[in-house]
C-alpha cells in the first residue's frame, strides 16, 4: 500500500453515463496526477495539480474530462458521456513539491469498463 | 518529441538468475529517471530512480545504469525471485523543460521461471 487511496476500484458504466472517481492522496504531498492506462500500454499523462491549483492538462483530456481539487487534498476526475473508449485503468499519484522531481506514489487504480 | 521506449517487450528469465531490462529514451532534456514495477491489476510500484548527474545506482537488488550518451536506459536485477514476475516501465521526467510529469514507456514484461 503507497498510501494513495482511489476509489472505486471497479467502474462498469453504459455508454453516455457520467462518472467520477476519487483520489485520495498521501497527506503531506502537495502534487497530485491522473494517468489513463490502456492494456498493454504504459500510463499516459492527463493531468496535474499542485495544492488546488490544475497546472497542466493532456491533449488527451478532452472536454468530456473534468478534474478538481478543491481543497488541495483529495481529487475527483469525471468524465461525462462516456464512450467506449475511455475504457481503461485509471491511476492517480502523488509527491512532495520542491526543487526537482521527486518519487511519484500511485494508487491502485480504478478501472473503468464502458458497456 | 518525447518518447520513451523499450528495446524488448518481454523477457524471460530463470529463477535466481540475472536480469537485466532496457530503455530508450529521446528526449535528451530528461534529467530524472525512475523505474516502476506493476503487477496485474496494481498501480505502479516505484523501484529506483536515477538523476542525470549521475551514471549508476543501486538499491536492494536492483541497479539502474543511465548512459546519456546514446540515450539509454537498464535495470539490473539480481537473483530474481518469482515475486519479480511483473511489468516494468521507465519513466522520465524532462525538468529542464519546466515539466511536473513523468512520461512512460510501454513497458516489459518480466517472466521468472521456476
Known amino acids: 500500500d503507497t498510501g494513495v487511496s482511489q476509489d472505486p476500484r471497479h467502474k462498469i458504466t453504459k455508454r453516455g453515463q457520467n462518472v467520477t472517481f476519487r483520489c485520495d492522496p498521501i497527506s503531506e504531498h502537495n502534487r497530485l496526477y491522473w494517468y489513463r492506462q490502456t492494456l498493454g500500454q504504459g500510463p499516459e499523462f492527463l493531468t496535474y495539480f499542485q495544492n488546488e491549483a490544475q497546472l497542466e492538462k493532456s491533449r488527451l483530456l478532452s472536454d468530456r474530462f473534468s478534474a478538481e481539487r478543491p481543497k488541495g487534498s483529495f481529487s475527483t476526475l469525471e468524465i461525462q458521456r462516456t464512450e467506449q473508449g475511455d475504457s481503461a485503468m485509471y491511476l492517480c499519484?502523488?509527491?512532495?513539491?520542491?526543487?526537482?522531481?521527486?518519487?511519484?506514489?500511485f494508487g491502485q487504480g480504478t478501472r473503468l469498463t464502458v458497456v | 518529441g518525447e518518447s520513451v521506449g523499450l528495446h524488448l517487450p518481454t523477457l524471460s528469465v530463470q529463477e535466481g538468475d540475472n536480469s537485466i531490462i532496457n530503455c530508450a529514451y529521446s528526449?535528451?532534456?530528461?534529467?530524472?529517471f525512475i523505474w516502476y514495477k506493476q503487477e496485474s491489476g496494481k498501480g505502479p510500484q516505484f523501484i529506483i530512480d536515477?538523476?542525470?548527474?549521475?551514471d549508476k545506482r543501486q538499491g536492494q537488488r536492483v541497479t539502474v545504469l543511465l548512459n546519456k550518451t546514446v540515450k539509454h536506459l537498464s535495470l539490473q536485477i539480481a537473483a530474481t525471485q518469482p515475486g519479480d514476475s511483473a511489468v516494468y516501465f521507465c519513466a522520465e521526467n524532462p525538468l529542464r523543460q519546466g515539466a511536473q510529469k513523468l512520461v512512460f514507456g510501454q513497458g516489459t514484461r518480466l517472466t521468472i521461471n521456476p
Open positions: 528526449n535528451s532534456a530528461s534529467d530524472y
Open positions: 499519484a502523488s509527491r512532495k513539491g520542491g526543487a526537482g522531481f521527486t518519487e511519484a506514489f
Open positions: 536515477i538523476r542525470s548527474n549521475m
